[in-house]
């Protein structure tokens, strides 16, 4: 299992951003090309291992949207997108997201309050970007009943845990200037 997964990382290239050590894969940025046969592997390890007695699926713009899609299409969950862009629908709630390399503003829309999710998130690293996501759906009254994520790396994990938040990954990495390591697979249970 998640043979495609492990294969791609370990041939991801790398890409200085100032000190940051950047990868670039098709599950976290779109490129080269994402192949069916990966979409289709790693949306099968979150139906396998993800609470899906759920209301809605929660993912964030922009690598959220493959998985949320196809996740919304193999399970007949409808998936809501956390956005980057301000729509100013009545109830919309906007948390401020920071990153290793990045921070803005993300906008949630279409929660209720009661409702039961399940986020899926394509990375996470400083778990910035779930924080915010964990803040909007709080604020809004949704009941948090899983959060996967395809790749991990770094510390975010912890921080989201040490907010009471459990946090399944499917592949756990490091990464410096000579490529992706390894370090770990749902399938040997991180």
Excluded: W
């Amino acid at each position: 299992m998640l043979k495609n997964l492990k294969e791609t990382m370990k041939n991801a290239p790398i890409v200085r951003r100032g000190t940051y050590n950047y990868f670039i894969h098709p599950i976290s940025d779109g490129v080269p090309l994402v192949r069916p046969e990966l979409l289709r592997e790693v949306i099968a390890c979150i139906v396998k291992n993800a609470n899906l007695e759920v209301d809605k699926i929660v993912t964030v713009e922009a690598m959220g949207l493959p998985l949320g899609a196809a996740l919304s299409t193999m399970t007949d969950i409808p998936f809501i997108i956390i956005r980057k862009r301000k729509y100013e629908l009545p109830g919309e709630i906007a948390v401020h997201q920071a990153t290793g390399y990045s921070k803005g503003e993300l906008y949630l829309n279409g929660i209720n309050k009661g409702d039961r999710v399940l986020i899926v998130d394509d990375v996470i690293s400083t778990g910035g970007t779930m924080k915010a996501v964990i803040q909007a759906l709080e604020q809004a009254g949704a009941i948090i009943e899983d959060i996967v994520v395809v790749i991990e790396r770094g510390e975010g994990r912890k921080v989201i845990e040490d907010m009471g938040y459990r946090v399944q990954t499917i592949i756990k990495i490091d990464v410096d200037e000579h490529g992706v390591k390894i370090l770990g697979c749902i399938d040997d249970k991180l």
